[in-house]
């Protein structure tokens, strides 16, 4: 399903404007990225979280010059579904 999609089904399922709806949408989308970029993580009851993962300093290999790389640590944005939300997608319908 695109962004594009789920506009269409709010819109026939709310009845209000598919360009409102997009709108909402966008906005939707732009507070929880500012909310991660702020380094805070975004819960909502029922569907899941938007958390900020850590990845620890580690050393790689550049298999290309045959030569060690050491990649810093950083963050990482990540979702992880309510326990309801991912045990009806398991289960299917």
């Known amino acids: 399903m695109t962004k594009a999609d789920l506009v ?3 819109s026939k399922s709310t009845g209000v ?5 997009q709108q909402i949408i966008e906005s939707f989308m732009e507070n929880i ?6 380094q805070n993580n975004v819960y909502l009851r029922g ?5 900020i993962k850590r990845r620890a300093q580690k050393v790689a290999r550049n298999i290309s010059k045959n030569t060690t790389i050491t990649i810093p640590a950083h963050n990482i944005p990540a979702f992880k579904p309510a326990k309801s939300f991912a045990a009806k997608v ?4």
Do not use: D
Not at 17 to 21: L, M, R, T
Not at 90 to 93: A, D, E, I, S, V
């Open 8 to 10: 269409n089904e709010i």
């Open 33 to 38: 990225k500012e909310s991660m970029i702020n």
């Open 17 to 21: 404007e598919k360009a409102q709806v």
């Open 90 to 93: 398991k289960g299917g319908k």
């Open 47 to 51: 569907f899941g979280s938007f958390i």
